[in-house]
């Protein structure tokens, strides 16, 4: 057997990487470390499947090495070592714990060995080997991140890895084994060296070559990688010393990615009814199996797999949107220009075992091609307390902007990374605000934000709805109760005006002055001398408190939004001309007044206290006029609309 040798790169007189920023490259993640773990090599395999339409072996298995594994290790491939903690670890003579990762069913890691040659194939031995980043020519399927390889070096204490892999090479299986550890830059020899290390054949050029054919398979064996039986294609590599913490023994970190692959691999481990699974996986610990939920009929996962083949049916064109109980169907649509970004699949259903005082899960999973859930997106809870369940999977057509909107560990959409060119529309950021506008608007049944209040101020809100119910008096008096107040991030203009100005409130509402509109004085005749002057008329203002929570209601028009105005009209003067003017709160920038895209019409003013109706958008005001008035507009199906007030003086 050829004895491997130790390949430290050294500094290019033009400058290098160094290993340290090599292992920080994954950036930041938003879940549990071994979350990302098993999402990154998961993702990886599958992008590697060897057919697009066929399956995927996945496993992981963890065991501490045996006395002649730990020697194979120790005193045969890794006999040369760098320093730093790999050294310490290995010297100290004690088996280490390993944690190995294996695919079938895939190609393998092929193409060339060395980064300097071209291919017209696949490069997948340099991409993960020995290049730093994502080469763009692979597109954006997921697991194409170069970066993400740095989870390998993390999850392990000495930042070691093993890989072995059996490709096809000229049209026949062939073995490969290679070592990789990473270290921070250190000088040797009055030399820089980067810190990135390689074991296998010495090569004068390239300084370490993978181990090939019958080699690669004996030192394999003797290692314990034994997944890749036969002739099959596939990879596996070992992490050497996985990284516990002081609580976490290696049983938990296995049963940790058995649950996150049930968690965010469920669209490939479910089938329809007489198909098989895509994807098939494994786990054990210690040659003990590690069990997962059954995610077709795990209480929490089972409902996300019949959201999503709702979606499915959507997609492929076997099913209409609809809304019948307990499922809500529905594509979600952008503008500008008008195109289909995705469909919604969601239900409602008892929050079963939810704590007393823990609220009631309302998140929807988002997905795109190769159809891994992204992340569970947390939505605007259930008004009556009950969990919200939901999918979400983004049209195929625009799936790169979706994935360039994801970060190197692929568990979020960060809508500014998809934006092409300044100011253009954003597909990430419409559906985003979309879907959740589709969960928001659910809540718009009082103007008090019921998840910003008390269990008291729910009950005492309760108490003054029946009231209302009971003796036909206004509810929400109760002191208790929080008075409705102008929404944050309302439109410009919306909410409390105490000047007669415009949108800003900050000009004075006058016939020819600023906020006035501009309206001049028609002439007059001169007045005869000895008869008395005209009464000048008196400028008016009102104070306006429009509340941007409406409430929704079906009338001969549709369904409509009655926005609450109330209105302080002692200082109205002769009078001021209130003018509504609706705006479609759009994903990726302010509201903006209404298109032929999306119609939005102001169909009337409507006293809350007396029978009297205004219609259209003006409404003339004196300090006789009643006090209470909703603002009726028309709400489209696919847009969240606002409002705003302005005012102008009344002119003779």
């Avoid at 489209?636 to 003779?652: F, H, I, K, Y």
Wanted: charged share 20%.
């Amino acid at each position: 057997m050829s004895t491997p040798a130790m390949f430290a790169e050294r500094f290019a007189p033009h400058g290098s990487i160094d290993g340290h920023s090599v292992s920080q490259t994954l950036g930041t993640f938003s879940m549990d470390f071994w979350q990302v773990f098993l999402r990154e090599t998961l993702q990886n395999s599958w992008d590697a499947r060897e057919d697009p339409a066929g399956g995927v072996r996945f496993s992981i298995d963890a065991w501490r090495l045996k006395a002649a594994q730990f020697d194979a290790l120790a005193n045969g491939l890794l006999r040369e070592r760098p320093p730093g903690a790999l050294g310490g670890l290995l010297e100290a003579g004690d088996p280490i714990e390993v944690l190995t990762v294996t695919d079938s069913g895939t190609h393998g890691l092929g193409g060339p060995t060395r980064a300097d040659r071209s291919s017209p194939d696949r490069r997948d031995f340099v991409d993960l080997v020995r290049n730093i980043g994502r080469d763009p020519a692979k597109g954006f399927a997921a697991g194409t991140y170069g970066y993400g390889k740095a989870v390998l070096f993390r999850a392990s204490a000495c930042a070691t890895v093993v890989i072995f892999t059996r490709t096809i090479v000229r049209g026949r299986p062939t073995s490969r084994l290679i070592a990789m550890a990473l270290t921070g830059p250190y000088d040797l020899d009055g030399l820089r060296h980067t810190g990135r290390h390689w074991w296998g054949r010495p090569d004068r050029e390239v300084g370490a070559e993978p181990l090939i054919g019958q080699v690669a398979e004996e030192f394999a064996e003797l290692l314990g990688m034994r997944r890749l039986t036969g002739d099959r294609t596939g990879t596996s590599i070992m992490v050497l010393a996985p990284r516990l913490d002081e609580d976490t023994g290696l049983r938990d970190v296995v049963e940790t990615l058995a649950q996150t692959a049930a968690d965010y691999a469920w669209p490939h481990l479910t089938a329809a009814p007489g198909a098989r699974p895509a994807l098939r996986v494994a786990f054990t610990c210690g040659g003990r199996a590690v069990p997962y939920p059954e995610p077709s009929s795990d209480d929490h996962l089972g409902p996300f797999v019949e959201a999503y083949h709702h979606c499915l049916r959507l997609l492929e064109g076997d099913g209409v949107p609809v809304q019948r109980w307990p499922w809500n169907i529905q594509e979600i649509n952008g503008s500008r220009p008008q195109q289909r970004l995705g469909v919604l699949a969601w239900r409602t259903r008892l929050a079963g075992a939810v704590g007393a005082h823990e609220r009631p899960p309302a998140e929807v999973a988002l997905m795109r091609d190769p159809r891994l859930v992204v992340e569970y997106h947390p939505v605007a809870p259930d008004p009556s307390g009950q969990v919200i369940t939901g999918v979400f999977v983004a049209d195929p057509r625009l799936n790169d902007f979706f994935a360039a909107a994801e970060p190197p560990t692929h568990d979020r959409w960060q809508p500014g990374r998809a934006q092409r060119e300044r100011y253009a529309r954003n597909p990430v950021s419409q559906a985003i605000n979309r879907l959740e506008g589709v969960f928001r608007d659910r809540r718009v049944v009082d103007p008090v934000d019921v998840t910003q209040t008390t269990d008291q101020v729910g009950v005492t809100r309760l108490a003054s709805l029946l009231g209302t119910l009971l003796d036909t008096q206004p509810g929400g008096t109760d002191t208790r109760i929080p008075e409705p107040g102008p929404t944050a991030g309302a439109a410009p203009g919306a909410g409390t005006w105490t000047d007669g100005g415009g949108q800003g409130g900050a000009a004075t509402a006058a016939g020819g002055e600023p906020g006035g509109g501009g309206t001049s004085q028609p002439p007059t005749e001169p007045r005869r001398p000895g008869t008395p002057p005209p009464p000048r008329p008196r400028r008016g203002t009102v104070t306006v408190r429009l509340h941007t929570r409406p409430r929704l209601t079906m009338t001969d028009r549709g369904v409509c939004a009655d926005f609450p105005v109330d209105l302080d009209n002692r200082s109205a003067g002769d009078g001021v001309v209130l003018i509504a003017e609706p705006l479609v709160a759009v994903a990726d920038g302010h509201p903006e007044r209404p298109d032929g895209d999306v119609p939005v019409t102001v169909v009337g003013w409507h006293s809350r206290t007396e029978d009297s109706v205004h219609e259209g958008e003006c409404l003339t005001v004196t300090p006789g006029t009643a006090g209470a008035w909703n603002v009726r507009v028309t709400q489209p199906a696919d847009a969240a609309v606002t409002l705003v007030v302005r005012q102008e003086a009344v002119t003779t």
